[in-house]
């Protein structure tokens, strides 16, 4: 083993190949912080270019993005509270607020680092335990899965917003549009109207593309030509200093395994991993009514966790074959496009290439933690633009991207319906991210769950029958205890005075 | 009056000039890059096909290929952009025989007879597999095991309306067997499954299944078809559907195909360029590296297999799905 790993390290750290994870890192970065360009969109756009390359400096290069793009997300959260990707939806919540009050090179600052240390704590567990934990999550049911995704979904309506009722609604809603189109297991049509473009379905990337960067344009454009900018000019890059990160620990190793274990299940991602770090976090922090309103640990949290997802989620692809989310899939696609077939003799057939992989991960992770910080002025100063300028530009983008998800224009007909609709929600207080998580939720929970209804012939046991979906309910179950608690308790410490 | 008679003998001359040069210098196609919609995301099965296919077409076609991706509906988005592009030879389509149950399960505003088969590429057969778990070790036994024990062996399929569900009916109508028939959304979560034991048995096609059989880890018990173009060592020993005496076929077909009305020249050009491909040896490593010896199938029978297809798989949906 070790003499593959040297060997891999040897092919990796080449002149060539450290270009490609730089190059990766950059365009990664660029990709998640504008709001309508995707990870898996620009891994598509890379693999043509890819042909005349080696398999090892291709695949460097698509790591590198896919990594790198959730880090990218957070810069957009923070400072102009549109996330860059869903991965970053929740880190906007706690970010936000802390460009708001001038922190914003601070969240950046931490953000960056945590990301850092996600992605590297996943690598490390990666080289170590990859046969362990594929074993394990080979064992995930779909009953498992099911629940997984609908903790996810519990805590995202709890923690989106300020109102749970709300937050409930506004996911309900998600759920409802992804019924839109043929049902998985039936195949038959549902809600399309007889149209050919409903039958695929809401794809979430468009409507994405909407509920987070037209709605955020529509909503914020009374801002346009107003001299708002102090949220963005207060920000100077500040790198945190190490005993402070240190002393947040809890965050990001909390972060880390979340993201770390629900990425390596197959199908649920980042969407359900940062929520679940963040409530933890947030349910065992000393002071957790500042979450929400610029507290670090929120933004530690998920930053952390979101990265760590790359990882976990390279260990089904590469070992089972079994993409964790839109962007393993594809690279899944180049690997076979490059002649290699991922799954289970791919470590026994091509031990050097799969070390490769995780150490370019794991190289992409250093490089990005430089990149980043070094970036963060331009950012700053690409954001800090007037919006007047800024936002066509996104729009421009989100345009972009929305049609090149399906090649088609129906996608950006969905973009621009679901910006409206979403303009709409918020001004009445609803949280557009949950319906986002519905959206992206939704068939996940669907199609898992009847799939273990059917395997246990209807018994609703099988949701609680082995220990990580009992152990995830319960999980789910205390934190949301612990939130009705806090909600309630100002109301209780009114009762006092009167006895 | 002479002069004006020079003037129309100079003008004739020069449009007899033009005509004729046009005629000669008309260049041949292709002279700009084609398109290939796939209509499937990127990163699938079809999606590896096409790529592959364009990895080799400035070679064989003379000009680039590129692939875009338009997914939905299961593959209908897509397949109708297609019927919808301009029939000059420079949009195709990469198809897979989903399309088939496709056409047979919904109502679209499309058929086979809306495009011009160019031809077919590879073709691979669907089979049974089963974790090496499980106590039968071979079709004979599942078979008797499932006599047993009507309705309580799991039988999953990929896809609830495509041809390995139909595959599972007619399996279980021939041989007077019922199995506990699961639906999964596609062959990646199945696979899933029957690498975790959650589910008895798989009707699946992909080549992925044959790395696992080689571990050990699943066994495959029948083939729906031919197991002739499938990279697995042991394919002489995998009994077929024709060997148990089940009167149908099934097999998983990929081909390119162009828009109605496409000239004649061009899909034969086109068709000559592809089957040039499939005898590249460097073509031919690619895709047996994803599982299957590509062998050139032309247009005509092509139609036929995928007329004949939709007739029986007609059948089968009119017969057993209740």
């Known amino acids: 083993m070790l003499g593959n790993f040297v060997a891999a390290f040897m092919q990796v750290v080449t002149p060539l190949n450290l270009l490609m994870v730089a190059m990766g890192v950059s365009l990664g970065l660029l990709v998640g912080a ?41 810069f957009s959260a923070i400072l102009i509270r549109t996330p860059g990707t869903p991965a970053a939806a929740c880190t906007a919540i706690d970010g936000y607020p802390l460009a708001e009050q001038g922190r914003g090179g601070e969240a950046l600052g931490y953000a960056i680092m945590s990301s850092t240390v996600g992605g590297f704590f996943a690598c490390l567990v990666g080289m170590v335990a990859t046969p362990l934990i594929s074993k394990i999550a080979i064992k995930a049911t779909n009953a498992d899965i099911a629940v997984v995704a609908a903790v996810g979904l519990i805590l995202v309506s709890a923690l989106g917003s300020k109102s749970m009722i709300k937050g409930l609604i506004a996911v309900m809603l998600g759920l409802l549009v992804s019924t839109i189109g043929m049902d998985p297991i039936s195949g038959m049509a549902r809600l399309t109207f007889g149209s050919m473009h409903l039958l695929g379905g809401i794809s979430f990337v468009p409507a994405m593309i909407g509920l987070f960067a037209f709605t955020v344009i529509f909503s914020d454009m009374d801002m346009i030509g107003q001299k708002n900018n102090e949220v963005i000019t207060k920000v100077k890059p500040q790198m945190p200093k190490v005993r402070e990160f240190l002393s947040r620990w809890r965050a990001w190793v909390i972060g880390s395994l979340y993201g770390i274990f629900i990425g390596t299940v197959p199908g649920v991602g980042a969407e359900s991993s940062t929520w679940m770090a963040y409530s933890t976090v947030k349910r065992q922090s000393k002071h957790p009514e500042n979450f929400g309103k610029g507290e670090l640990d929120g933004v530690i949290a998920p930053e952390a966790s979101n990265n760590a997802v790359t990882g976990g989620a390279l260990i089904p692809m590469l070992t089972l074959g079994i993409p964790g989310d839109a962007s393993t899939a594809i690279m899944l696609g180049a690997l076979m496009v490059h002649g290699l077939r991922p799954g289970p003799l791919f470590f026994k057939n091509s031990p050097t290439l799969f070390y490769g992989i995780l150490i370019a991960l794991l190289l992409a992770n250093v490089f990005q933690l430089f990149i980043a910080l070094g970036s963060i002025g331009f950012f700053v100063k690409f954001f800090r633009q007037d919006r007047s300028w800024l936002f066509p530009i996104i729009m421009v983008l989100a345009t972009i991207g929305a049609y090149a998800t399906t090649n088609s224009m129906f996608s ?13 929600l918020e001004r009445f207080g609803f949280p557009v991210a949950c319906i986002v998580m519905g959206l992206i939720l939704g068939p996940v929970i669907e199609e898992n769950m009847r799939l273990a209804l059917i395997l246990s012939h209807g018994k609703w046991s099988a949701f609680v029958s082995s220990w990580f979906s009992r152990v995830c309910l319960l999980i789910a179950i205390c934190l949301i205890i612990s939130e009705i608690v806090t909600a309630f308790r100002p109301l209780f410490k009114k009762e006092q005075p009167c006895k | 009056m002479l002069k004006s008679k020079r003037v129309v003998f100079v003008l004739a001359i020069l449009l007899l000039v033009g005509v004729v040069s046009m005629g000669i210098a008309a260049p041949k196609y292709p002279t700009k890059p084609i398109t290939m919609i796939v209509p499937f995301p990127a990163g699938g099965g079809v999606d590896v096909f096409a790529r592959l296919l364009a990895a080799d077409a400035q070679t064989y076609l003379g000009q680039p290929i590129a692939v875009i991706n338009v997914e939905g509906s299961g593959g209908a988005t897509g397949a109708y952009q297609c019927v919808r592009a301009k029939a000059d030879g420079y949009t195709l389509m990469a198809i897979d025989s989903s399309l088939t149950t496709l056409l047979v399960f919904q109502s679209l505003p499309f058929d086979y007879d809306s495009f011009e088969p160019i031809g077919m590429v590879v073709q691979c057969p669907t089979w049974i597999v089963t974790p090496a778990d499980r106590p039968w070790k071979t079709i004979e036994e599942l078979i008797a095991a499932a006599k047993e024990q009507p309705g309580k062996i799991s039988m999953g399929v990929a896809g609830s309306s495509g041809s390995q569900f139909l595959m599972s009916l007619a399996f279980e109508h021939a041989l007077d067997l019922d199995f506990n028939i699961i639906p999964y959304s596609g ?45 697995y060592k042991g394919k002489d020993t995998v009994p077929t559907f024709a060997d148990l005496g089940i009167p149908y076929r099934f097999s998983v077909y990929r081909g390119i195909f162009a828009p109605k009305g496409t000239p004649k020249e061009v899909v034969e050009a086109l068709g000559a360029g592809f089957e040039k491909m499939t005898k590249d040896p460097k073509f031919i490593k690619a895709n047996q590296d994803t599982g299957v010896t590509p062998t050139w199938v032309g247009p005509e029978e092509f139609r036929k297999i995928l007329d004949s297809d939709l007739e029986t798989y007609q059948k089968i949906k009119k017969e057993l799905v209740k």
Do not use: N, Q, W
């Open chain 1, 34 to 74: 504008l709001p309508g360009l995707s990870s898996p969109m620009a891994i598509a756009v890379l693999i043509p270019l890819t042909y005349g390359m080696d398999a090892l400096p291709a695949l460097i290069a698509m790591v590198g993005i896919y990594l790198a793009t959730k880090t990218g997300g957070a």
């Open chain 1, 412 to 424: 950006v007909y969905v973009a621009l319906v679901f910006g409206v609709i979403g303009f709409i």
């Open chain 2, 187 to 231: 062959g990646a979560p199945l696979i899933t499954a029957l690498v975790g034991g959650h589910v008895d048995t798989g009707v699946i096609h992909s080549p992925m299944c044959l790395d696992y059989v080689e571990e050990g880890t699943m066994r495959i018990l029948v083939a729906g078809d031919s197991m002739e173009p499938v990279m």
